[in-house]
């Protein structure tokens, strides 16, 4: 069983950015599809972003340009810089293997609010 730690939210004005992390314990990420998902209040969970364990990425439209997704396998670990924050961008921020899905983490709460 994989553990999903997720850090770095906060509230922040439009326009701003955040960078979030994702610890994984129990097992190594390197060989491993990594995704950051959201969901908003009253919304269903989306995936947001994912890379592979070669490290290409892959965006929703709703964020290409404006989010890079990124891992360091040494330290168990991906993130997310988000920029260019939107109000529509507010949600809880979860990490996840997107085809092997294990236990949801608490997520870590984004704000975008002027």
């Known amino acids: 069983q994989v553990e999903f730690v997720e850090s770095g939210g906060g509230l922040v004005q439009p326009g701003g950015s955040l960078r979030l992390s994702c610890t994984a314990s129990g097992r190594s990420i390197i060989t491993y599809t990594m995704g950051w998902f959201r969901q908003a209040p009253g919304k269903q969970r989306e995936l947001v972003a994912h890379?592979?364990?070669?490290?290409?990425?892959h965006y929703a439209d709703s964020v290409k340009g404006r989010f890079t997704i990124s891992r360091d396998n040494a330290k168990n670990t991906m993130y997310l810089q988000m920029n260019s924050l939107k109000p529509e961008d507010t949600a809880v921020y979860y990490c996840?293997?997107?085809?092997?899905?294990?236990?949801w983490g608490q997520g870590t709460q984004v704000t975008v609010s002027s």
């Open positions: 996840n293997f997107p085809f092997w899905q294990q236990s």
């Open positions: 890379i592979i364990s070669g490290g290409a990425t």
